[in-house]
């Protein structure tokens, strides 16, 4: 039986940014077709490697711009490495950039549906979960409000409740406990611990080495894209903190 959850081996992740403004669509074209445009190479992860076994628990540390949310989106699926491999053993819940996806059109409830085909659940599974979703979510006042009208807090929420209906195999969780008060924060955490005492595995990247040492056992400290420190984590965010 395969005990790797996650593998990661040597991700390197590399943008073009334009060297030049080009003021208009036509323009940029142009310069394209005539291979014009200039860029510069800008690398956001720097050949990163690591294994995350089934059942345990990993944060990602570092400064704003290290390359932590890069590196999530590329283990999701969302973009693909420039070079370097992932092997993912299990289905993930990618809990980034949560209600990016809803249509800002349809209300709360028309989402519930929506969101729950993309993640491959039928209509019949969604009825049966729709009142759980409402609950955790806080929203029964504003079931029938299109969401363009919900506050960040509030989307947020809605996407947690959508995306936690099932313990999937690998969690993926950036920073979405910062959004929303405090009670709603604790039943999040509440509810990742439970998930995790079911057997689920958390790739988890916050700014808060307090939750990072309550919630993993791991952690990943990312510097400019390259990895400065895998260990405990306790003592990886103390090595931070003291850097």
Same mark, same amino acid.
Request: one cysteine or more; proline letters at 2%.
């Given at each position: 039986m395969e005990s790797t959850a996650l593998s990661v081996d040597g991700v390197t992740m590399q943008f073009n940014l334009a060297k030049e403004n080009v003021d /208009?669509?036509?323009?940029?074209?142009? =310069?394209?077709?005539? =291979?014009?445009? /200039?860029?510069?190479? %800008?690398?956001a992860l =720097? @050949? $990163? *490697? %690591?294994?995350?076994?089934?059942?345990?628990?990993? !944060?990602? $540390?570092?400064? &704003?711009?290290?390359?932590? *949310?890069?590196?999530?989106? #590329?283990?999701?699926?969302?973009?693909?490495?420039?070079?370097? *491999? #992932?092997?993912? &053993?299990? *289905? $993930?819940?990618p809990l980034i950039e949560l209600?990016?996806? +809803?249509?800002?059109?349809?209300?709360?409830?028309? /989402? #519930? +549906?929506? /969101?729950? !085909? #993309?993640?491959?659940?039928?209509?019949? +599974?969604? =009825?049966?979960?729709?009142?759980?979703?409402?609950? %955790?979510?806080?929203?029964? @006042?504003f079931v029938d409000v299109p969401v363009k009208n919900f506050s960040t807090g509030m989307a947020a929420r809605l996407g947690f409740s959508i995306a936690t209906i099932i313990t999937p195999e690998i969690l993926i969780v950036d920073e979405i406990l910062a959004v929303g008060d405090h009670d709603f924060q604790v039943k999040c955490e509440n509810k990742m611990s439970e998930m995790l005492s079911r057997g689920a595995t958390l790739l988890f990247v916050s700014h808060s080495e307090e939750k990072v040492k309550q919630l993993c056992r791991r952690a990943l400290w990312l510097d400019h894209g390259r990895a400065r420190m895998l260990g405990s984590a306790d003592e990886v965010c103390d090595a931070y903190l003291q850097a």
């Amino acid at each position: 039986m395969e005990s790797t959850a996650l593998s990661v081996d040597g991700v390197t992740m590399q943008f073009n940014l334009a060297k030049e403004n080009v003021d /208009n669509l036509k323009e940029y074209v142009i =310069r394209k077709i005539k =291979r014009q445009l /200039n860029y510069e190479k %800008f690398c956001a992860l =720097r @050949d $990163i *490697s %690591f294994t995350l076994e089934k059942g345990d628990s990993l !944060a990602i $540390i570092g400064k &704003n711009g290290s390359g932590k *949310s890069t590196l999530l989106k #590329v283990i999701s699926g969302i973009i693909r490495p420039t070079a370097g *491999s #992932v092997t993912v &053993n299990g *289905s $993930i819940a990618p809990l980034i950039e949560l209600g990016a996806g +809803f249509d800002q059109d349809l209300t709360a409830r028309e /989402n #519930v +549906f929506l /969101n729950g !085909a #993309v993640l491959g659940y039928d209509k019949k +599974f969604m =009825r049966e979960k729709y009142d759980e979703i409402i609950d %955790f979510a806080e929203l029964w @006042d504003f079931v029938d409000v299109p969401v363009k009208n919900f506050s960040t807090g509030m989307a947020a929420r809605l996407g947690f409740s959508i995306a936690t209906i099932i313990t999937p195999e690998i969690l993926i969780v950036d920073e979405i406990l910062a959004v929303g008060d405090h009670d709603f924060q604790v039943k999040c955490e509440n509810k990742m611990s439970e998930m995790l005492s079911r057997g689920a595995t958390l790739l988890f990247v916050s700014h808060s080495e307090e939750k990072v040492k309550q919630l993993c056992r791991r952690a990943l400290w990312l510097d400019h894209g390259r990895a400065r420190m895998l260990g405990s984590a306790d003592e990886v965010c103390d090595a931070y903190l003291q850097a």
